[in-house]
């Protein structure tokens, strides 16, 4: 199936069902204040965004 194109104000064309045209704000209404945010299991990580933070909360989140 070929992507529907539309033409824009930059000269490049995007598909029209590009994500990043649609989310309409939904990450505000998540509580999301800046980036990058991270959401593990649809909770929001709101430790510093660290590997070692990211990794242990994640491990947590499998083992349950």
């Known amino acids: 199936m070929q992507a529907r194109h539309r033409a824009r104000s930059a000269g490049r064309a995007e598909p029209e069902g ?3 045209h649609h989310r309409g704000g939904g990450g505000q209404e998540l509580g999301v204040q800046g980036t990058p945010t991270f959401f593990i299991n649809g909770e929001m990580f709101t ?4 590997y070692d933070g990211l990794e242990a909360a994640i491990d947590t989140v499998l083992a349950e």
């Not at 430790?47 to 660290?50: A, G, Q, R, T, Y």
């Open 18 to 20: 590009d994500a990043r």
């Open 47 to 50: 430790e510093s965004p660290v």
